[in-house]
């Protein structure tokens, strides 16, 4: 029934019609109900007058009907002027929506090595016979797939959209810096019903990285998953790029898979084992010159067992000055390894001899049988240190905080006793001029103040902070890449900092009425974003890193703010307080980036209670940690006034490089166009030559972007190690890039297929788990449920079945009678 009212309505795959309220919607109707109900009237009477009047012919009764039939013909008339509507509330079924999505990766065309029984399960699974004239090709991935789709007998799309009778919508993820969705047609011209083998013509291999979580959210964001009923996502599910698409940032967010809410089903293309060796490097994060450190190789082997391979350490200049044997590598060791388990783990010891921006380089020798010889290096970039880093810390009066803070810095390697010096402004006069550790003005010349790499905001008053040292902090870290740490006090509070050029610097908004709140004692809380972050991570393992937070143990007080910056992170947070908004708690540790630098921002000056039980443990590796990323991030000192630099180690062939150059004079003024002849930078690149011929030398002028900022785009055409030489106008010196050039993606490093993430996948989601030979169950696997979706909506009744019928209805059937009566 509510089929068949449906289609006389001319709505589609209705389950039910659960009310209908008429209306009229032109404008010379909808006011004036009444006179059009008066005009309908007045065309039923001047139907019947006709006809009882005028017409003699047949009975009264008959004649009755036929007017009753021209008034009602004259009122439809009427009625589709006045553009009748139906307010319809009904339940619409739809088909199931099924997404299929392909990998586009250059990793689709790796030429597998399969035993002879694997490969003849494949080619009979997927239907795959080799092209005519070319008997011995061995078949990709994308080729194994693209016979899958195109075969004719049991055709996998034709199961899914014919027997299952499934809506499909096809794509395929590529790009070359993330993957992106591409939406695929599903047949020649557009349509619904899909056209398999124009399917698999559209598959491409151009792809050059493979980023699932951002595939994922572009599905969602882009396409819409509103009517999504379940994902078939066909891939080798080697993840190398971006977001990860399983185990979500925080709890309140989700995966992007999760985040998407429907099954995904993963059909695994590619090897699952293969004859693979890839080498890891791991290094200090921070050295120093002329210190012994260590640099440790990492072999990770499949079906290479009890077989020995030989790997060599290497590092070379990137960036700083260059004398003529700088520009050699330094060998720092090789070994030949023997391969007893799937990891092995070697440690080559280093001692560097020169300061700068280096590259370690890493390379294992390839092995009889490996499909996959790119992942056989890695590269790590490592800043090497000439003297210290400099930290300059404000405050009013000396605290627990400040009293310990201090010895651990003056302790640490990279600070020592030359790279911490303070300013109390409470101090005598006399003591800031004479002792080395302390600074005599808050406010010193730009070239001492810019030379620092951290700067600590203490409790202070509003009256001892000036204006210019607001606007130095806030230059110092936009553009120079500097760090800032603001540690409120008992006695001032954050709210002195209100109206102050470094208020929006915050992580927070300041509340200039807030007071210290004390009432009850609490335990910090750490908030899910504290795991991304090494100072938030005191501990080995997750046990020891809530045994030394909670070795705070309760603390008495904090300094309450108005909430959190938008692009801030709270990484630890009251329990139960919560800000202005009534939803967020109150933030006790938190961090933004601001320009080029960082942020940190605590609630209170009790993190020396760390030292209790554990001394020195977990206080040393909060800050220690805390200021190598604020102060390791940029260039250190006084290299901050020219510092150059490429916006990428590694470039592909027939790309642009990127060369930027921040320029400042002695006095960190940022250099200007006047400055400069021909308003641009000098520099040279040394493009390497092709086999058995010599390096060229280019002439490249950096062009003046803005004030202080010089940059480039530069094409390269091949392959090889490049260098660009920039000179510093104002030290007549030459500073130093490196980069190299490849025709090679990050997808050839990897052999094999991600068999460990394609199942948890597929797990976490509630799908199901494929391989080509498995794949034919998909079909039957799928139980999809029609989607029902409950709406209303205004319907026009002149266009519908219903209304047709009528019209044809009373014309056909006056006619009919007319002629059964015989009126003319």
């Known amino acids: 029934m509510n089929q068949a009212l449906g289609w006389l309505l001319g709505l589609k795959n209705v389950k039910s019609i659960d009310e209908i309220a008429p209306s009229l919607a032109a404008p010379w109707a909808a006011g004036g109900t009444f006179w059009v109900f008066l005009a309908l009237a007045a065309l039923l009477v001047t139907a019947l007058v006709f006809y009882l009047k005028y017409q003699h012919r047949g009975s009264r009764g008959a004649r009755l009907a036929l007017g009753l039939s021209r008034g009602l013909l004259l009122i439809l008339l009427l009625l589709t002027l006045a553009d009748p509507v139906l307010r319809v509330s009904l339940t619409d079924v739809k088909p199931p929506l099924l997404y299929l999505v392909f990998d586009g990766t250059d990793s689709m065309a790796i030429q597998d090595e399969y035993p002879d029984d694997r490969q003849s399960a494949l080619a009979q699974a997927t239907g795959w016979q080799a092209p005519d004239g070319?008997?011995?090709?061995?078949?990709?991935?994308?080729?194994?797939?693209?016979?899958?789709?195109?075969?004719?007998?049991?055709?996998?799309?034709?199961?899914l959209a014919q027997d299952k009778r499934y809506r499909l919508e096809a794509f395929v993820f590529d790009g070359n810096t993330t993957s992106q969705l591409r939406k695929l047609e599903l047949r020649p011209g557009g349509g619904d019903t899909p056209d398999p083998k124009h399917l698999a013509a559209q598959l491409t291999t151009s792809g050059q990285v493979t980023a699932l979580g951002a595939a994922l959210n572009d599905m969602a964001q882009q396409f819409g998953a509103g009517n999504l009923a379940a994902v078939v996502m066909f891939s080798d599910f080697a993840q190398n790029s971006g977001l990860a698409p399983i185990g979500g940032p925080s709890e309140s967010s989700g995966s992007p898979a999760t985040k998407l809410g429907v099954p995904i089903y993963t059909v695994g293309l590619g090897a699952a084992e293969a004859l693979d060796l890839a080498v890891d490097l791991q290094t200090d994060p921070k050295m120093k010159r002329a210190e012994r450190t260590k640099v440790l190789a990492k072999l990770r082997q499949s079906g290479l067992q009890d077989r020995s391979a030989t790997v060599t350490v290497t590092a070379r200049k990137l960036s700083g000055e260059f004398g003529a044997s700088e520009s050699a590598e330094i060998l720092i060791g090789q070994k030949t390894v023997p391969l007893k388990t799937n990891l092995e783990t070697v440690e080559f010891p280093f001692t560097p001899e020169d300061a700068g921006r280096f590259e370690f380089l890493a390379v294992v020798e390839p092995l009889d049988g490996e499909i996959v010889a790119e992942n056989n290096r890695a590269t790590r970039e490592v800043n090497i240190i000439d003297d210290y880093l400099r930290l300059m810390y404000v405050a009013h009066e000396p605290s627990w905080e400040w009293r310990f803070v201090k010895e651990v810095f003056h302790r640490d390697k990279l600070i020592g006793m030359d790279g911490f010096r303070t300013y109390l402004a409470s101090s005598d006069p006399q003591v800031r001029e004479t002792n080395v550790l302390f600074l005599p003005t808050l406010t010193p010349k730009r070239s001492d103040f810019f030379a620092n790499d951290v700067i600590f905001l203490d409790d202070m008053p509003r009256t001892a902070i000036n204006e210019r040292f607001c606007g130095m902090v806030r230059e110092f870290v936009s553009q120079f890449g500097g760090g800032l740490v603001v540690i409120t006090g008992p006695r001032f509070g954050p709210a002195e900092l209100s109206g102050t050029p470094l208020a929006d610097m915050l992580p927070v908004i300041l509340d200039p009425d807030a007071r210290l709140r004390e009432e009850r004692p609490f335990r910090l809380r750490l908030t899910s974003h504290a795991a991304r972050y090494s100072f938030m991570q005191l501990g080995d393992n997750d046990a020891e890193n809530n045994k030394a937070w909670n070795n705070l143990r309760l603390l008495p007080w904090y300094q309450p703010v108005a909430q959190l910056q938008d692009q801030s992170y709270a990484l630890a947070e009251h329990p139960t307080d919560l800000c202005r908004d009534g939803k967020t708690h109150q933030p006790l540790i938190a961090i933004r980036q601001f320009g080029a630098g960082e942020v940190v921002y605590l609630g209170f000056n009790e993190m020396w209670r760390l030292r209790r039980l554990y001394g020195e443990q977990y206080y040393r590796r909060f800050w220690s940690q805390l200021i190598y990323r604020l102060g390791m991030s940029h260039a250190l000192g006084a290299e901050k006034r020219f510092v150059v630099r490429t916006d990428r180690q590694q470039y592909r062939v027939e790309e642009k490089v990127t060369l930027t150059v921040e320029a400042y004079d002695e006095n960190f003024e940022p250099l200007a166009g006047e400055d400069m002849p021909r308003q641009s930078l000098a520099a040279e690149m040394t493009v390497p030559g092709g086999a058995g011929t010599a390096d060229q030398l280019r002439e490249v002028a950096v062009?003046?972007?803005?004030?202080?900022?010089?940059?480039?785009?530069?094409?390269?055409?091949?392959?090889?190690?490049?260098?660009?030489?920039?000179?510093?106008?104002?030290?007549?010196?030459?500073?130093?890039?490196?980069?190299?050039?490849?025709?090679?993606?990050?997808?050839?490093?990897?052999?094999?297929?991600?068999?460990?993430?394609?199942?948890?996948?597929?797990?976490?989601?509630?799908?199901?788990?494929?391989?080509?030979?498995?794949?034919?169950?998909?079909?039957?696997?799928?139980?999809?449920?029609?989607?029902?979706?409950?709406?209303?909506?205004?319907?026009?009744?002149?266009?519908?079945?219903?209304?047709?019928?009528?019209l044809v209805g009373l014309m056909l059937g006056e006619w009919f009678s007319r002629k059964m009566i015989h009126l003319q």
């Open 134 to 159: 070319a008997a011995g090709k061995k078949p990709s991935r994308a080729d194994y797939l693209q016979s899958l789709l195109g075969r004719e007998r049991d055709n996998l799309i034709a199961r």
């Open 703 to 806: 062009p003046l972007l803005r004030q202080g900022v010089f940059e480039a785009q530069i094409p390269v055409y091949s392959d090889g190690e490049y260098s660009i030489r920039v000179k510093d106008p104002i030290a007549n010196t030459f500073s130093e890039v490196r980069f190299d050039v490849t025709g090679l993606s990050a997808e050839r490093r990897s052999g094999v297929r991600n068999v460990r993430l394609q199942e948890e996948l597929a797990a976490e989601t509630g799908g199901r788990s494929y391989d080509l030979t498995s794949v034919d169950r998909l079909p039957d696997d799928l139980q999809l449920q029609a989607i029902t979706e409950r709406y209303t909506r205004n319907h026009p009744l002149w266009s519908t079945p219903l209304w047709f019928i009528a």
